[in-house]
Structures are given as structure tokens and as C-alpha cells.
């Protein structure tokens, strides 16, 4: 039985995942999959993912891993990653998609014309560095507060319950960047290329025992 599986569905360089995983759990069965059977029986899931959402719901469903990874969200430890997060909830203002309805929301694109404080222009997509300010919870164990994350990303979800939220960023206003519920835990950064805090959040993933 593979303890840790990789959904792959197509979207995203999921090699940097692995590698990123393997080396926080060397002595863990770690395989990237496309198979729904093994996505079933791992113990626990990490579901990543680059690209335009339209692309990435079709890939899912095209392959037959839907069903798999929403049961594996519900059920077993799961991390999403950067669009692994924005498919949990209902709906994407990205080619106007449904997502899969895990988690009550929307996922929204960042306004254009925004600039920082001192008037400076701020790109779409967001790229880069940013400091996350987050909650308390077992997968931010040894992170400091206010760390920095590597983002790659034009839209940000908008949790209906408040609850969900455990962290947020700013670009230039907060957007949350990281939700939990129950087994679940997922966030917009690339903890995958995001140094030492990013393979803590990793560690602490592959540690981790949900209540």
C-alpha cells in the first residue's frame, strides 16, 4: 500500500512535489499516481495541480479520478496545493467552472490596476515571495509567524465560512491563502519551492494525525 500518493491528472510538474516530499519522508512509500485504486488505498493524498481550472476539471473527471479525491478529501489526511485548493470549492470565476463543492465558495480572479502603498503597479498573476500571516494549526508547527511562501497565481478563493481560514497574505489586500476543515488542510503557495518553511509544512503534513 503506498502511504503518501501524488494524484496526477495531467496539470503541473508534480516531479518537485515528490522530490519535496520525499526528502522531509525518505522511509515512506510515496508514488505519483494516476490511478484511482491507489489513490483509495493510500493512506494519505496530496493533490496538486498548475493551470486554468476549466483544463483541470475536465482532466479529473476525463481520467476517473473524481470520485477518488473526493473521497480521499473527506476521509483520509489530504493536502491541496495552489489549484488542489481552488478545486475544492464550488465555483471559479476562471472560465466560469464549477469546482468540486468540498468547501462552500467561490474562487475569484485579482482585480486589475492594483498597486502597493507607494503607488508601484503589482502584476497579475501574483509571483513570488509573500508572507503568510496563519493560524494555529498542527501543519504551521515550526513555522514562524509571518514567513515567506513562493505564490504563482491570478485567482484566490473566498471561503463562505470564516471558520475555514488559516492563513491569509496580502497582495495588496488580504486574501486567504490556506483553508482547513476536519482532515483537510490546503493552501495556495508552493510549499514544494518554498525553502525550509515549505518542507516544514510538508513534514508536518506527512506527520500529521487528524482528530
Known sequence: MVDIAIVDYGMGNLRSVYQAVHKVASAARVE???????????????????GAMPDCMRELHARGLREAVLDAARNKPFLGICI???????????????????????????????SDGEGHKLKVP??????????RHDLWAGIAQDERFYFVHSYFVQPVQSG?????????????????????????????????AGLRLLQNFVNWKPA
Open 164 to 196: 475555514l481560514v488559516q492563513a491569509t497574505s496580502n497582495y495588496p489586500q488580504p486574501f486567504v491563502c490556506a483553508v482547513a476543515q476536519d482532515n483537510l488542510f490546503a493552501v495556495q503557495f508552493h510549499p514544494e519551492k518554498s525553502a525550509a
Open 126 to 135: 501574483h509571483m513570488g515571495w509573500n508572507q503568510v500571516h496563519h493560524a
Open 32 to 50: 505519483i499516481t494516476d490511478n484511482a485504486d491507489v489513490i483509495a488505498r493510500a493512506e494519505r493524498v496530496i493533490f496538486p495541480g498548475q
Open 84 to 114: 488542489g485548493l481552488q478545486m475544492l470549492f464550488e465555483h471559479s470565476e476562471e472560465g466560469d467552472a464549477p469546482g468540486l463543492g468540498v468547501l462552500a465558495g467561490n474562487v475569484v480572479r485579482f482585480a486589475t490596476g492594483l
